[in-house]
């Protein structure tokens, strides 16, 4: 066996795995809440505290582990082995010693990855992209984050900021996206984007079961509750579902005529929305692309769920030890 953790440092919880790499299994998980208001000093105690119990309650010691990965939502320098911009995050995490903290902490080696790009390596690796040379993946939840595997290596250009896929410009006069520019996918497909089209569906009056699913409580409105007023047939939440899948599918040929993946992963929590985001999305690129062969480009759901982006991070720290 080969043992390494993959962590993931997110900004309601920190979750943590140990993966035995020669199978792709996880062998046991534990998470903690972030509590990222208390600052990085503390957050990172509580990373290193989670590891310990993780390996405590395992079979193993700590000499059996080889190493950890630390996935980030936002920007790290993978040199200095530190935080650069943590946008959801008190603080912003700028120049946070991530890595050397870690390591003293712990005394094993320790890999960073954005958490989006560890998501990507994990389908890879062991998951709905497994075998392939060239793969594209988009994770859709509160924003849209992406990856690009690229001749069977992770692309990570300057910094690690390579395959934001859903930062994509969409529209040029579109609505302003979080991170600044205007018109992102992000701005027309993420999950606050759906649930928005769902209340505003019900403000207009629309004939809609939306609103009865939250007892008129707009402030309920979720892309899983569209996600069920449309499996009941609801013609209203089944074009918001359209609309969002047209969006990602537009995007999803330009990766198409960019890269030529051989696959593409939909991921996180929107796309369990299944076939609802899925046929609109392979529709868009059946009548988008033309200078590819797309029949050749299969367009797939996560495989690994939530486990994804640990499996990634150990398989990459299993890559990169420093």
């Known amino acids: 066996m080969s043992i390494f953790i993959g962590c993931d440092l997110g900004g309601t919880n920190i979750k943590a795995g140990l993966v035995d790499i020669s199978s792709g299994d996880v062998l046991l998980s534990q998470s903690v809440p972030t509590q990222g208001q208390e600052g990085p000093e503390l957050v990172l105690k509580r990373i290193s505290g989670l590891i310990g ?68 390596y994990g389908e890879y690796s062991f998951g709905a992209g497994r075998g392939v040379d060239r793969m594209a993946c988009f994770a859709i939840g509160t924003g849209i984050g992406g990856g690009l595997v690229i001749g069977g290596k992770l692309l990570l250009g300057f910094d690690g900021t390579a395959g934001e896929l859903g930062h994509q410009t969409m529209d040029l006069h579109g609505p302003r996206c979080g991170c600044g520019n205007y018109g992102c996918l992000e701005a027309f497909a993420s999950g606050p984007a759906i649930a928005s089209m769902g209340e505003k569906a019900v403000r207009q009056g629309l004939t809609t079961k939306i609103a009865e699913l939250v007892d008129y409580n707009l402030n309920e409105i979720t892309p899983k509750i569209i996600a069920q007023a449309a499996q009941k047939g609801d013609e209203i939440a089944q074009e918001i579902w359209d609309t969002a899948g047209h969006y990602l599918g537009t995007a999803a040929a330009n990766i198409c005529v960019t890269v030529g993946p051989e696959c593409i992963v939909l991921a996180g929590g929107v796309s369990a929305a299944g076939n609802l985001l899925l046929d609109p999305v392979r529709e868009t690129i059946a009548d988008r692309v033309y200078v590819m062969p797309k029949e050749r480009v299969n367009v797939v759901l996560s495989s690994l769920g939530s486990d994804a982006g640990i499996l990634g991070m150990a398989k990459w720290a299993s890559e990169h030890q420093n």
């Open 53 to 120: 119990n993780l390996v405590k309650d395992s079979e193993f010691n700590n000499d059996a582990i080889q190493g950890l990965g630390v996935s980030a939502p936002g920007l790290l320098d993978f040199e200095k082995g530190e935080t650069k911009f943590l946008p959801n995050f008190p603080g912003q995490w700028r120049g946070v010693p991530l890595r050397d903290t870690l390591q003293d902490h712990l005394n094993m080696p320790v890999s960073m990855l954005n958490d989006v790009r560890a998501i990507t």
